[in-house]
Nanobody, 122 residues
Framework: QVQLVESGGGLVQPGGSLRLSCAAS????????MGWYRQAPGKEREFVAA???????NYADSVKGRFTISRDNAKNTVYLQMNSLKPEDTAVYYC????????????????WGQGTLVTVSS
């Protein structure tokens, strides 16, 4: 079983910064990609950023230039550095990982974290 545990959410004023972390654990053979999605109240979940095993990155237009995704492969952890936060960034942020496991058999899995709330307000 593979689990993702997020941390780092909270309340921040507009223009402020936060860093989210997401650690993967379990019987992981390899992690192909990790990313972040978010869901604001009354809206659908949307893509925020992703990073591949080769450190290729992709960002939603709404966060380009403000958010930075990075990963520590040794720790199976992905980070999201969020700067210049805006009220419209308020949402529950979910970590996502696409992993390969070999027990009990070889499989590709997509795993989600439980979410962490980010509130941007004065």
């Amino acid at each position: 079983q593979v689990q993702l545990v997020e941390s780092g959410g909270g309340l921040v004023q507009p223009g402020g910064s936060l860093r989210l972390s997401c650690a993967a654990s379990g019987s992981i053979f390899t992690i192909n990609a990790m990313g972040w999605y978010r869901q604001a109240p009354g809206k659908e979940r949307e893509f925020v950023a992703a990073i591949t095993s080769g450190d290729g990155t992709n960002y939603a237009d709404s966060v380009k230039g403000r958010f930075t995704i990075s990963r520590d492969n040794a720790k199976n952890t992905v980070y999201l550095q969020m700067n210049s936060l805006k009220p419209e960034d308020t949402a529950v942020y979910y970590c996502n990982a696409r992993v390969v496991v070999v027990k009990p058999n070889y499989r590709h899995l997509e795993v989600w974290g439980q979410g962490t709330l980010v509130t941007v307000s004065s």
